[in-house]
């Protein structure tokens, strides 16, 4: 699934405005009932790919 809602640009480490902090890919997002989801970031289109993990 992408989505056009990035967590970097929520947490101000949006690679297009701000290119030299380099995080890890890929990133886990855990929920609560216990599925994780993979993140992944395609900042060139300005996009957060998620699949499950």
């Not at 216990?34 to 300005?46: A, I, M, T, Y």
């Amino acid at each position: 699934m992408t989505c056009r809602y990035c967590l970097l640009f929520e947490l101000g480490h949006c690679r297009k405005t701000n290119p030299y902090p380099k995080d890890k890919e890929p990133r886990y997002l855990r929920l609560r009932i216990g599925k994780v989801l993979e993140l992944r970031f395609d900042c060139k289109n300005c996009q957060m790919l998620v699949d499950e993990a």
